[in-house]
């Protein structure tokens, strides 16, 4: 009975949807069919944002990261804190289990052996990533993400490995903070919250783009260590400090 | 003056530095939240531009009116709230200081999809702090809710999006009123089904009895005060100013409103246990609100959000220590507990009957001009909320009759029958009770210095004009 | 359209929701509506053509609507935050219930 209403309820209401959005006299861009040059992303693309800068802006080549980072810097913020808050949850939900998870299984060679190998490349991959978020796909986000990635796999190889964390909690407040403070930075020498007070640089090049790839590190590091021990908190429990 | 960014930017710093200074994390927490209370005086009005980038390309804070008595009024509440759980902060500090940026931001942003970024700050931050009452079910349920009212209220700003091709929210109200009907629709209905999971509307309210019936002095005052004035200033700034709906969907949103009001009061005045009774009194009073909103009554509604706030902080601290006490809030068993505690009394009382609108209180002033301002709509909304009004005014006559007086409703009070409960720790509370206790007082008499503020707050809500001036033309 | 597809993938997450009583299914059900939102969401940038928003790659000017790029990777890692605490929640309620079952669970709003 109640996956009927839920059925009809879900009906309804994609019904509702689907005849509003895409009507006839509907303003919504159907699939495809916007244009750059009705929308703000036409001055991201440009980066003719503020003609009193010196043009290109941001030297970023990477569009979208320029926006994370540098245009709409202040969401990246907030998200930032969003997963350092769920990080910090998870701590303190697992503290109440106060209990360390074994595995029915032990670690066995190849996951042993293979993680030693692994480890390393997975590491590297995710910090060149987060280093050339201003230039290719990706950033501190995906990097970051890949080195927790790498901690689960020593977190599932060894364990031993599970106590040592502590050094996380550091990095993630001292990455935080130093975003805070580039944004202060920014705001005492140009006026602006995270502004851009350093020079752009040349399209193209590893040092360019100005805070982006600072702030872009910055996240990456965050990123991967609350990933970490968002993970590490799901295996042993909170830290006692 | 003081630049309105810092009031989430060293929020933010402290709870950063906190993770790895544990220890002078309390320092922080303390010396943050009075550093928002007092800078809120000196807030520097204006539009603020995040890195520099002009709107509508960049992020941009706005401080006019409106958001600056909000500001001042949720950081005020925000140092009391801390006062009245300064027992229960435990490891709760550094995401209490994180929900100090996180409401600031909400209320300053100027930007759709940054408001939802705070907004998912501080439900994030809410499910963590009501976890701490053990409850793990009814967090599950508010995780659940609050996630399924921001996906909505995401999905509506990104139809907004799709069809305008901006997120700001002046240009987006300037262009606002050309879309196309379907459009228009469809993003109201979604963004005020999101937010209306954190304003606590009926069809979306079923976590909030589970939340706010297992509060401590810690989360009580600061879902029902904080948290719950910062969603209804930014509904009122959303549906008053930004999307402004046309005939037909306010009549809905009204309706909803209304309903909700009348409900909740109903189930209040049918509750047994005091935390209870509290919670159906806030969702009726978000109810109340967001009718008077919808109905262009500005004024009112602002009157009535700061004089509901300030109440319920009283309220809820009492309520939540009581239980903290003695495990143990059915108001039977507390006949009589204002007698031990007698500050603590005044200061209950006189918020209780400022929430109600007696005349010599504050809150008489609210119910005067929601009456005046519906009564100039048509005739069933006045008097649906004067039902409403009398329902509420009967269970917390009765409720404050119950507190003072020990014994049975109806007989000659005896000292026997007065309550066992006791109030631990409760130096605190009886700062808070006194102190708000005054400030009912003093506004009830003299209340030219709020209402002046509130009306230019009000003005500046409903001025859509200067707003837009201020974010687009600026600088 | 594939865009239709978003939504309605979108719906099917609220149907798990609303139907399901399990918890975890239900954290399945809240994972799979976000990822049909942030499918909607970056459909709407979308443009026929259109090569990525990447100057390096030599396509000058002719590019997709780089905006919801950006906010898709906000909302993807807030969705992150919300599940990993989903899951702690949903790990101490087996604790303290010793399951996972709504309707099996009992006594929470009694007292």
């Known amino acids: ?241 | 003056m003081i630049n309105p960014v810092l009031l989430i930017a060293i929020p933010l710093l402290a709870a950063f530095i906190s993770v790895f200074i544990q220890k002078l994390s309390w320092v922080l927490l303390f010396g943050v939240s009075i550093f928002t209370a007092i800078s809120g005086f000196f807030l520097q009005k204006g539009m603020f531009m995040i890195g520099g980038w002009k709107p509508p390309f960049g992020i941009n804070l706005m401080i006019d009116d409106y958001s600056f008595i909000i500001i001042i009024v949720i950081n005020l509440l925000f140092f009391l709230t801390l006062l009245s759980g300064m027992w229960e902060l435990k490891k709760n500090k550094t995401i209490l200081m994180v929900i100090l940026a996180g409401i600031n931001g909400l209320v300053m942003t100027g930007d759709l999809f940054n408001l939802f970024v705070f907004l998912e700050i501080i439900t994030i931050s809410g499910y963590i702090l009501a976890a701490s009452s053990d409850k793990y079910y009814s967090v599950f349920k508010y995780l659940v809710l609050g996630t399924l009212g921001s996906s909505l209220y995401l999905f509506g700003i990104m139809v907004l999006y799709g069809t305008l091709g901006t997120l700001n929210m002046a240009d987006i109200s300037q262009q606002f009123p050309n879309v196309s009907g379907s459009v228009k629709i469809i993003s109201l209905t979604f963004v005020f089904a999101g937010l209306g999971v954190e304003a606590k509307l009926l069809p979306f309210n079923a976590w909030v009895k589970g939340i706010y019936g297992n509060t401590t002095p810690l989360t009580g005052p600061l879902f029902s005060t904080v948290f719950a004035t910062g969603a209804i200033a930014v509904f009122g700034r959303i549906f008053g100013q930004i999307l402004v709906p046309d005939s037909t969907l306010i009549f809905a949103f009204i309706a909803l409103g209304l309903i909700t009001f009348i409900f909740a009061e109903t189930s209040a005045m049918a509750s047994k246990k005091l935390r209870e009774l509290l919670t159906f009194s806030s969702i009726g009073q978000a109810g109340l609100i967001i009718t008077m909103f919808m109905i262009g009554g500005f004024y009112a509604a602002l009157i009535q959000l700061i004089n509901n706030a300030f109440a319920k902080t009283i309220l809820f601290s009492y309520a939540t220590k009581a239980y903290k006490s003695n495990g143990d809030d059915t108001i039977n068993n507390m006949s009589g507990l204002f007698r031990k505690n007698v500050m603590m009394g005044f200061g209950f009382t006189v918020a209780t009957l400022s929430l109600i609108g007696l005349p010599l209180f504050f809150g008489f002033y609210a119910k005067i001009n929601m009456l005046q301002s519906a009564f100039a709509l048509n005739m069933w909304i006045p008097a649906l909320i004067i039902l409403g009004s009398i329902i509420e005014g009967i269970y917390y006559i009765r409720l404050l009759v119950k507190l003072w007086n020990p014994g049975e409703e109806g007989q000659e009070s005896s000292e026997l029958a007065q309550s066992q409960f006791v109030i631990k720790n409760g130096f605190s509370l009886s700062l808070i009770a006194v102190l708000i206790g005054i400030i009912f007082v003093v506004s009830g008499i003299i209340p030219d210095f709020l209402t002046e503020n509130i009306a230019k707050a009000a003005d500046s809500l409903s001025d859509a004009a200067t707003y837009l001036s201020t974010v687009l033309g600026g600088i | ?111």
Do not use: C, W
Not at chain 1, 33 to 40: D, F, G, Q
Not at chain 3, 50 to 68: H, M, Q, R, S
Not at chain 3, 79 to 95: E, H, P, S
């Open chain 3, 1 to 111: 359209m594939s865009q239709y597809l978003y939504i309605a993938l979108m719906f099917v997450g609220i149907y798990g929701l609303l139907s399901q009583k399990n918890i975890l299914k239900m954290i399945i059900s809240l994972n799979i509506m976000e990822l049909g939102l942030n499918l909607f969401i970056i459909s709407t940038g979308y443009i026929k053509e259109a090569k990525a928003p990447i100057i390096l790659f030599g396509n000058e000017g002719n590019y997709v609507d780089p905006l919801p790029q950006a906010i898709v990777l906000t909302a993807i890692v807030i969705g992150l935050g919300v599940t990993a605490v989903a899951l702690m929640l949903a790990r101490n309620i087996y604790k303290t219930y010793g399951t996972y079952e709504i309707d099996e669970i009992r006594g929470e709003n009694d007292d």
């Open chain 1, 1 to 241: 009975m109640k996956k009927i209403i839920a059925i009809l309820l879900t009906v309804a209401v994609a019904l509702f949807v689907f005849t509003n959005l895409y009507s006839g006299d509907s303003d919504f861009k159907a699939f495809g069919e916007k244009s750059l040059e009705e929308t703000v992303s036409k001055e991201f693309v440009n980066k003719t944002v503020d003609p009193q800068r010196v043009q290109p802006e941001t030297g970023s080549a990477n569009i979208v990261t320029s926006i994370v980072v540098n245009y709409r810097g202040f969401d990246t913020m907030g998200e930032v804190t969003v997963l350092f808050v769920s990080a910090l949850g998870v701590a303190l939900l697992g503290g109440v289990l106060r209990k360390k998870v074994t595995f029915r299984y032990k670690p066995g060679f190849i996951i042993n052996q293979g993680m030693k190998i692994i480890v390393g490349i997975i590491l590297i991959s995710g910090i060149y990533i987060f280093v050339h978020g201003h230039l290719t796909p990706g950033g501190g986000f995906p990097g970051g993400a890949m080195i927790g990635s790498a901690f689960l796999l020593m977190y599932l190889s060894d364990d031993k490995f599970r106590t040592r964390i502590a050094a996380f909690k550091v990095l993630e407040g001292l990455a935080g903070s130093l975003i805070m403070i580039v944004g202060l930075v920014g705001l005492s020498t140009g006026g602006y919250f995270l502004y851009n007070f350093l020079p752009n640089g040349e399209i193209g090049q590893l040092l360019s783009a100005g805070i982006v790839p600072v702030l872009y590190v910055l996240v990456g590091l965050k990123v991967g260590s609350e990933v970490s021990n968002i993970l590490g908190d799901f295996f042993i429990g909170e830290v006692e400090e």
